[in-house]
């Protein structure tokens, strides 16, 4: 009976002990999965950091060619109410040039009748008056 006991003992820790042995392969398998998992998602942080600090950098480069291109768009803004403001003065002096013409012109049509009207004068006091 003794014997039959200590089989039946030995038989017993023999099932204990393939259990943890099962249990513990299945164990190292689980862990070497979820190792395996938290190595994908400590190269997909990595990658997305990366990616990350990339567009930032972009970005940064975005904002400072934005603040030049606006420096940009205000000098041509300056220039051009400066172009606008010389044109306005330009086309002020050429209405005042145009205005002062055409006074001239009526000067010289003016002094041109008061010649004519002179000279007609003049060759009618020139020409000799027939004697009676």
């Known amino acids: 009976m003794e014997e039959?006991?200590?089989g039946r003992v030995l038989l017993g820790l023999s099932l204990v002990s393939l259990i943890?042995?099962?249990s513990?392969?299945?164990s190292c398998s689980?862990?070497?999965q979820l190792q395996k998992v938290r190595q994908q998602e400590n190269e997909r942080r990595f990658d997305a950091e990366a990616n990350l600090d990339k567009l930032t950098k972009n970005m940064s480069a975005n904002d400072q060619k934005l603040a030049t291109l606006a420096q940009d768009l205000d000098s041509a803004k300056t220039e051009l109410d400066t172009v606008k403001k010389t044109l306005l003065q330009e086309q002020l002096v050429n209405q005042s040039l145009k205005e002062e013409l055409a006074k001239v012109n009526k000067l010289k049509e003016t002094l041109e009748e008061n010649l004519k009207e002179a000279l007609v004068a003049n060759k009618i006091s020139l020409t000799p008056k027939p004697k009676k």
Do not use: R, Y
Request: glycine share 8%; net charge positive; no cysteine.
């Open 30 to 32: 689980k862990v070497g």
């Open 4 to 6: 039959a006991f200590k």
């Open 24 to 26: 513990t392969v299945a």
């Open 20 to 22: 943890f042995i099962v």
